[in-house]
């Protein structure tokens, strides 16, 4: 047990890389090195093992903090678990189609929660899409058959995008990805997959677990961005609100901590300010700022960009 005289200051996470045989070797220029000559799909920069590098839970993974100091980090008086994964994507292949399942049918599995998700898209080479949603007119029956004849992907919806196109992914959509994209991704912290295709892959489908959570008509789609006092909106859901802030040379802002949540580094760096605690805020990682800090101030001596994502307080 760390005892503190003050409250809990914003802390760094080191990314946590997770080895994915559809990644890539070179994640540059968002970094310099993964520390392993293996494929790497995913950066976790909220994930339960992301480390915190700076200040005195230096060394300390994410999940062990937020079950400690829950009613500091949280906003709730126990300790719980951090309520957004969030993570940047590099495919270098085609990931497997596949689903997530909703609170409801999670939980009916034994799960604490299901998995609805949204992706901001970092990079886009010409031509770039995602997969999202099952054509008009499928079935449980045709998606099925076309499972076993290797003909899935000719039932998804393919939706072209663009850097900066924000893509809102809800639980129960068929959805995939391929190369050609950089994806930053904010969700609610599961792990549950049903993996329904895999393009001839030796890994384990989940075809009769995912059909049952499929919904065929979702809500699922690119989100329009609004102009905010200062930001823009880029989403704003059930599980998550994310904005993007623009900050030029040598200015300053104040920001409320509404929620747990984190801020993400797109460009340039930005100091992160309370009364005892000052964190740099870094391309392609994290800032925790603890929902007790109620504000804190945000400085870009040479302009940067960076992200806001925040849950709700409960």
């Not at 270098?92 to 299901?114: E, T």
């Amino acid at each position: 047990m760390i005892k503190r005289s003050e409250g809990l200051a914003p802390f760094r996470l080191k990314p946590w890389f997770s080895e994915r045989v559809w990644g890539k070797k070179d994640l540059r220029p968002w970094y310099e090195s993964t520390g392993t000559d293996e494929l790497v799909g995913e950066a976790w920069l909220t994930g339960p093992e992301s480390e915190v590098e700076t200040g005195e839970l230096a060394g300390r993974p994410l999940g062990l903090v937020a079950e400690e100091f829950g009613e500091e980090l949280l906003g709730v008086a126990e300790g719980g678990e951090f309520p957004l994964l969030v993570k940047i994507l590099f495919p270098n292949d085609k990931l497997s189609v596949q689903v997530h399942p909703d609170d409801a049918q999670a939980q009916a599995m034994g799960q604490p929660r299901g998995k609805t998700e949204c992706w901001y898209v970092l990079e886009a080479e010409p031509g770039a899409a995602v997969a999202l949603g099952l054509k008009a007119g499928s079935t449980a029956a045709s998606v099925e058959a076309a499972i076993a004849n290797g003909t899935l992907e000719d039932l998804l919806v393919q939706v072209p995008v663009v850097k900066g196109d924000m893509i809102f992914v809800d639980a129960g959509t068929v959805h995939a990805i391929g190369p050609g994209v950089v994806l930053l991704e904010t969700q609610q912290t599961s792990d549950t997959t049903f993996r329904l295709f895999d393009y001839g892959r030796p890994r384990e489908l989940h075809v009769q677990q995912g059909l049952a959570v499929t919904k065929f008509a979702t809500r699922a789609g690119k989100v329009a961005p609004r102009e905010m006092d200062g930001f823009v909106r880029l989403i704003e859901e059930q599980y998550f609100t994310v904005d993007r802030f623009d900050l030029e040379e040598l200015e300053e802002i104040r920001l409320p901590v509404t929620g747990p949540g984190c801020l993400v580094g797109l460009s340039g760096t930005v100091a992160v300010i309370t009364p005892n605690e000052e964190v740099e805020l870094l391309p392609g990682q994290a800032v925790v700022v603890p929902v007790g800090c109620g504000e804190v101030i945000l400085e870009a001596e040479h302009g940067a960009s960076f992200l806001r994502c925040a849950a709700p307080l409960k």
